[in-house]
């Protein structure tokens, strides 16, 4: 009996030492930013940025939306595509020049991670051009155009050309949903599906136009007035040249 109640003694001991093992494992705190990058992006977000996010990146009505669900991703997106900050916070953000360096935009993103659980910036691997273009026309062509040239919207909002777009800016841009664009959340596409959007995005640049002359790229409306054009440019010198004066 002894026996049975030591070795009973010692699995209680082992189960406890592992369960604490494993608790500690899974409840240890996941690694924070550096706190000079955080100081340092606190600092340029006060000056930057509180006037329309708030000084808690909680939003200010009719002025910034809250920012604690922007992570990492909507923060180094809007930043390096120069779309933040507005001079003025009513107009649409769009591509421009960065306001900030390489190390502000750093430091910028990693306080705005800070403030709540945004997405990470997405990394994935290479993509499929076929599937790619399939995902694309069914997900994003109804307002990009399926060769990413933009337009604008019924209510005044332009929708943004893809031809500048960056592999990180398409994986960033889908997870956050920028301005009226939706989010697309991983189960909506998946990240081998992000990756090939992220591919014909980027083929989108330098398309192959096997049909000639790309025009561009703007659809069949300048495709059917170079045809009207010159087709009927064309047929009239025929008729001018085979015909006869009365």
Known sequence: MRGAAAGLLLVAVALAVGFGSSFRATAAPAQTADPAALAGGRALFVTGCSTCHGGDGRGIAKRGPSLLDSGAAGADFYLRTGRMPLANPDQQPLRGPAAYNGREIGELVAYVASLGQGPPIPTVGPGNLSAGNSEFQLNCGACHSVVGAGGALSYGDVVPSLQRATRTDVLEAVRVGPGNMPRFSAEVLTPQQLADVAT??????????????????????PEGFVGLVLGLGALLLCVRLVGTRA
């Open 200 to 221: 014909y995005v980027q083929y989108l640049h330098h398309p192959e136009d096997r049909g000639g002359f790309g025009l561009g790229h703007l659809g069949p409306i």
